[in-house]
């Protein structure tokens, strides 16, 4: 008798995201073809009736929770209320949802800044709740908790008897396709990438393709534009200013990596992944295990881009965490590590920026 296997049903919630695309890019090579998606407009995840609808009506086996309300320092600072609100509703909505019509297997995206500002380096899994989070992004913190913990009361109430197996995963700082270059909500590298660009269009009297550039990633806050402005005609002064002081180091991964091992998460045993994550299946760090300061990273991108001119730090603007490098032996154990390195990474990323160009 011949066994007939079929092909499990993928939700993927935030599928046009940096994180959600990637993923799916990854399920497809590994010949995934029926994955499950839908668009914001399709999809309100805020909405409780229409994600219970959905999941009714669709009936998926596995399900990747990568909707997020996301940013950088910025927006963070600016959006308080609408990160953790956002992120709250969309995670409790579609873990809910997906217990009740039955869904097994669930892997929730969250962040590094779940863990306290001052947390011992590297960040091991066990440093949730051993300290004061960092202030600038609390409530976005506070949210990505609440789904770890989420995952993990369900697995403890419906763990033995229904086999609800639902993991977390805790990604470092991310940058890739599909990444955002919004100069008021983006993350450091697509602001350093932007900024670095625009400055060297600037540098090359380019003012058609700087205008180009706002319409394809969205507005330039004025300040900069009088600069980028005055280098192309008034006064050609090759340099640029970012954030903070520069002195802090963070980690970097590339978002193929992530879903990578987003995948190799979702689909590893039970028996080898409690092991390593304790009885309630908590969360596991995802990092490539290297850092760099903000100061270096701009050199980098700043050769990356071909900006000719020199990389100033405004020391009034704030820095973050001093330090955020994650402890990802629990997933290297598993047999997973990052592929893609920082320099071919930021080549890749940058030529996807100039892809999107509008040309109009």
């Not at 940058?175 to 625009?198: C, E, F, M, T």
């Not at 100061?295 to 991108?301: D, G, H, N, S, V």
């Amino acid at each position: 008798m011949v066994q007939v296997v079929t092909e499990p049903r993928i939700y993927v919630a935030g599928h046009r995201g940096m994180v959600g695309s990637a993923i799916v890019r990854v399920l497809r090579s590994q010949g995934h073809s029926g994955l499950i998606t839908r668009t914001h407009a399709e999809l309100d995840l805020c909405d409780q009736a229409r994600v219970r609808t959905f999941f009714e009506a669709e009936e998926p086996d596995q399900v990747y929770v990568a909707a997020a309300r996301v940013g950088g320092i910025h927006a963070n600072s600016t959006y308080p209320a609408e990160f953790i609100y956002q992120n709250l509703m969309i995670e409790a909505n579609i873990i809910h949802e997906a217990w009740r019509v039955g869904v097994k297997k669930l892997l929730f995206l969250g962040s590094s800044c779940i863990y306290p500002k001052l947390a011992p380096q590297p960040m091991r899994e066990d440093s949730l709740f051993s300290g004061p989070l960092e202030p600038t992004n609390e409530p976005y913190a506070v949210a990505k908790i609440a789904g770890i913990k989420l995952c993990e009361s369900y697995n403890r109430q419906y763990g033995h008897g229904h086999g609800t197996d639902y993991r977390s995963v805790m990604p470092t700082n991310l940058y890739g396709p599909g990444d955002n270059y919004d100069l008021q909500n983006s993350h450091v590298i697509p602001a350093v990438i932007r900024k670095l660009h625009l400055a060297k269009l600037a540098a090359e009297h380019n003012w058609p393709a700087i205008e180009r550039d706002e319409r394809t990633h969205g507005l330039i806050p004025e300040d900069l534009k009088r600069h980028l402005h005055d280098t192309c005609t008034v006064n050609p002064i090759l340099r640029t200013t970012l954030w903070g002081t520069g002195t802090p180091k963070r980690e970097f991964l590339y978002v193929d990596d992530l879903a990578t091992a987003c995948v190799q998460v979702m689909n590893q045993d039970r028996a080898t992944y409690t092991v390593l994550t304790k009885p309630m299946l908590s969360h596991i760090n995802v990092g490539c295990g290297q850092e760099i300061t903000i100061m270096e990273l701009a050199e980098t991108i700043r050769k990356t881009v071909g900006y000719p001119g020199e990389v100033d730090f405004d020391a009034s603007k704030p820095d973050g965490a001093p330090r955020k490098l994650m402890d990802s032996s629990c997933l290297t154990n598993l047999g997973w590590s990052a592929q893609v390195g920082l320099d071919e990474g930021l080549a890749r990323a940058y030529a996807d920026y100039l892809s999107r160009d509008v040309g109009v």
